[in-house]
């Protein structure tokens, strides 16, 4: 940063995003593209390139290079700092998901959702070391942007946008994470709840995502709306979806602060019985 904080403040907050001013403003404040941040960039970074097979796996190595040379130096400590300010961006407007309709919430559940990952998640840096040895010695081939795969002929035929390339294989391995859907569970416990289908996200306001409506505390909430007094659920199958997994050491991870929160109501509910 090369100017001021209270001086960059005070001349970006009134500007409107995109405007000739303001892309003035960042370049006198950030003189290097890279250290500026551009969601576009970095949720599509190979979007209109059209390159030769082996430009394409150049330009991928070196981009893979230039992450672990940044994450792995104390000088651009701002990337952290960028990871913090989105950490706590995901943590507010996760909330939005059960208090707004759909159509303002659509693309914190999908893009939004999707671009933290890609940015806050993520294999360690011996791991994109050891990603770079394969994509040098040949034995992994990227194929770049807009992948697709086909079964014709006995064989798996998968190619992408950005390199006119094809692979040919006859083993495939479909590593994609699945979203979470309580509608295409192998749970039978899910499946077989009764009133399940009242109580998936289909209201008017939330998202029609197959996630079952829960309250802070965990209680499921069926079609009227209202807390139910015994059932609750926890985890990524659910509305307030936060995952022990990513939880950082001494953060008071939210995971953990809602089992605190339904393991009170549970014993609460108990008291009762």
Known sequence: MRMDWVDFDRWFSPLPWGSPILD??????VPSPDDRIDFEALDHPLRGLSVGED??????????AADIAR????????DLGAFFGLLSCYGQLQRLTSLRPESQVRDLDGWWRGFFSFMASGPPDDRLRQLLALSEAGIVRFLGADMWVRAEDGVFRAGGGTSPGVVTATALVEAYQPSPSVRESGS??????????????????????????????????????????????????ST??????FARPRTNAPAFRQNDATARALLATLRLV
Request: glycine share 8%.
């Open 24 to 29: 003035s403003l960042i370049q006198r404040a």
């Open 55 to 64: 430009e394409l796996q150049a330009r991928l190595r070196d981009y893979i």
């Open 71 to 78: 994450r792995t130096d104390d000088r651009f400590s701002a």
């Open 188 to 237: 039978a416990l899910l499946r077989t709840l009764d009133g399940l289908e009242e109580m998936l996200v289909d209201g008017d306001y939330s998202v029609r995502t197959g996630l079952l409506r829960i309250s802070p505390d965990g209680r499921m909430i069926t079609a009227a709306g209202l807390p139910h007094p015994r059932r609750f659920a926890l985890g990524a199958y």
């Open 240 to 245: 307030e979806r936060a995952v022990a997994a």
